[in-house]
């Protein structure tokens, strides 16, 4: 895995560029009905409305775990702490709360704008909230962020508990499903602009890569080589809350993705941020959608919500990975 990290970035993209078509493919067969991939590569199964269908869905998936692998690369790296991660940082809930308001109040039915604009105004609310919270320096601050954090994402399910207790019947059954993470989403047009979004705030974040590695060894370093710190935090904080907020406004509340997809890649192929950015798109895509293919065919005819599968990969490996930073701090390395 050592060598794989020397390998040139941009050939590492385009190989991981090839898989991608290939674990779509896999993933499109799977289902409640089974389509042979001859018949697929033919163009003759006759399934046209499920093979759109199930397209659709896919293509949700790999937007939704693209864009959350990005941001838990980008909080795990300026806010210097492995367990950093949307859903952990409570981001993803109070982008969650953002939604909900915005499906409750009916907001959704003027714009479909209208979700991930109040998602993305309450993510960064939330993430204020957890900054101003923590306090101390160094590994206590680290640790005071991951508190706040949790107790933000706790006081953000308290609302949408409250929420999910006054909604008539419709709008309950819509917020319910959506919080436990779903990815049938029949609005082309919202994945189209997260789409877009994912994109060109991974491109933004990998602009800025050398930046963020140098962020990473310390903001004293950051200052001596000419780096505004405090800048270059709130812009990839910023673009990290947005790329969440697109996120949730697709599939509800996912949690993990972005602790367990840039962990796997900096093993694999360094911590170089203008390397882990792009692929932490195409990578954290690609996890998502096997893991809803999982989901949709371990139990069928009946399905298991996508968030479920991926807080039981996520949980034991939040777990090691805490256990793995409380060694090391205890040695005196603690690090990304």
Same mark, same amino acid.
């Given at each position: 895995m050592r060598e794989m =990290?020397?390998?040139?970035?941009?050939? #590492?993209?385009?190989? !991981?560029?090839? $898989? &991608? /078509?290939? +674990?779509?493919? %896999?993933?499109?067969?799977?289902?409640?009905?089974?389509?042979?991939?001859?018949?697929?590569?033919?163009?003759?199964?006759?399934?046209?409305?499920?093979?759109?269908?199930?397209?659709?869905?896919?293509?949700?998936?790999?937007?939704?775990?693209?864009?959350?692998?990005?941001?838990?690369?980008?909080?795990?790296?300026?806010?210097?702490?492995?367990?950093?991660?949307?859903?952990?940082?409570?981001?993803?809930?109070?982008?969650?709360?953002?939604? =909900?308001?915005?499906?409750?109040?009916? #907001?959704?039915?003027? !714009?479909?704008? $209208? &979700? /991930?604009? +109040?998602?993305? %105004?309450?993510?960064?609310?939330?993430?204020?909230?957890?900054?101003?919270?923590?306090?101390?320096?160094?590994?206590?601050?680290?640790?005071?962020?991951?508190?706040?954090?949790?107790?933000?994402?706790?006081?953000?399910?308290?609302?949408?508990?409250?929420?999910?207790?006054?909604?008539d019947n419709h709008k309950l059954n819509s917020v319910t499903w959506w919080m436990l993470g779903n990815l049938e989403q029949g609005n082309l047009a919202?994945?189209?602009?997260?789409?877009?979004?994912?994109?060109?705030?991974?491109?933004?974040?990998?602009f800025y890569g050398r930046e963020v590695n140098t962020l990473t060894l310390g903001d004293e370093v950051a200052f001596y080589l000419g780096i505004n710190s405090k800048m270059l935090l709130l812009l990839v904080l910023g673009i990290a809350s947005l790329l969440t907020a697109a996120a949730v406004s697709i599939s509800g509340i996912i949690g993990f993705v972005g602790l367990v997809v840039p962990h796997i890649l900096r093993r694999m192929f360094g911590a170089d941020h203008r390397r882990l950015f792009p692929l932490s798109l195409l990578y954290g895509g690609m996890f998502l959608m096997v893991c809803d293919t999982f989901a949709r065919t371990v139990m069928s005819p009946r399905e298991i919500p996508v968030g479920v599968i991926t807080s039981l990969i996520g949980g034991p490996f939040f777990i090691w990975l805490l256990n793995r930073r409380v060694a090391r701090i205890g040695s005196g390395e603690d690090r990304v």
């Amino acid at each position: 895995m050592r060598e794989m =990290a020397k390998i040139n970035t941009g050939l #590492l993209v385009c190989v !991981s560029i090839v $898989f &991608l /078509p290939v +674990v779509f493919g %896999i993933c499109l067969c799977f289902g409640t009905i089974f389509i042979n991939p001859i018949d697929l590569l033919n163009g003759s199964s006759g399934m046209g409305v499920i093979v759109e269908l199930r397209s659709q869905r896919l293509l949700a998936g790999f937007i939704v775990g693209g864009t959350l692998a990005v941001s838990g690369t980008a909080y795990q790296a300026v806010l210097r702490n492995p367990l950093a991660e949307p859903f952990i940082l409570g981001i993803s809930g109070g982008a969650g709360l953002g939604a =909900a308001i915005s499906i409750a109040l009916g #907001l959704t039915t003027i !714009s479909f704008l $209208f &979700l /991930p604009f +109040v998602s993305f %105004i309450s993510a960064i609310l939330i993430l204020s909230m957890v900054l101003l919270m923590a306090r101390g320096v160094g590994s206590e601050y680290s640790n005071n962020i991951m508190l706040s954090g949790v107790v933000a994402g706790t006081l953000c399910s308290s609302m949408l508990m409250f929420i999910i207790s006054v909604l008539d019947n419709h709008k309950l059954n819509s917020v319910t499903w959506w919080m436990l993470g779903n990815l049938e989403q029949g609005n082309l047009a919202l994945l189209v602009s997260a789409g877009t979004a994912a994109v060109a705030g991974t491109a933004v974040l990998f602009f800025y890569g050398r930046e963020v590695n140098t962020l990473t060894l310390g903001d004293e370093v950051a200052f001596y080589l000419g780096i505004n710190s405090k800048m270059l935090l709130l812009l990839v904080l910023g673009i990290a809350s947005l790329l969440t907020a697109a996120a949730v406004s697709i599939s509800g509340i996912i949690g993990f993705v972005g602790l367990v997809v840039p962990h796997i890649l900096r093993r694999m192929f360094g911590a170089d941020h203008r390397r882990l950015f792009p692929l932490s798109l195409l990578y954290g895509g690609m996890f998502l959608m096997v893991c809803d293919t999982f989901a949709r065919t371990v139990m069928s005819p009946r399905e298991i919500p996508v968030g479920v599968i991926t807080s039981l990969i996520g949980g034991p490996f939040f777990i090691w990975l805490l256990n793995r930073r409380v060694a090391r701090i205890g040695s005196g390395e603690d690090r990304v």
